[in-house]
């Protein structure tokens, strides 16, 4: 299967799994607690390369991903739906979307405050006022308010990656130099 078609297969599977996960939320008036423990989720797994390993990994049995992410979620204090649907998905084989179950659960969430969400990548932590000013930025392009998520990636050097719906911004230097890199090879 192309790469093209595997990546749509994964987004369109963590899209059913996000709008299952944040109609359960819904009705239980948790929409918020659930995006913070996803949130939190979402920090750890990118904090621990094993825990990155066994969310992607094939090699690991659907028993034993579903006996480690149980453990996990109790040693985190993942209780409730976010605990229960991380069962649910590890028993499914489908711990592998759960990334992108994340950034489709942020998207579902802001479009029913009426929000657009966007995923910041910067090279270090913006300031709450870099923040305010990104912010009134993006609502004076898109019209709407915006839910900012914002990862830090120093390898990015400086600028910001701005992904909102199907629009990206790359304003990195890591990019600029990719380009000028690419420009020069051209010339010379």
Known sequence: MPVADTSSLISGVAERYASSLFELALEAKSEMAVADELNRLESLIDSSDDLKRLIVSPVFSADDQFKAIAAIADEAGFTGLVGNFLRVVAKNRRLFCVPGI??????????????????VTSAHDLTAEQETELKAALKSVTGKDVAIHVTVDPSIMAGLIVKVGSRQIDTSLRSKLSTLKLALKEVG
């Open 102 to 119: 994340i950034r489709a659960y942020r998207v579902i969430e802001a479009r029913h405050r009426g929000e657009v969400s966007a995923d």
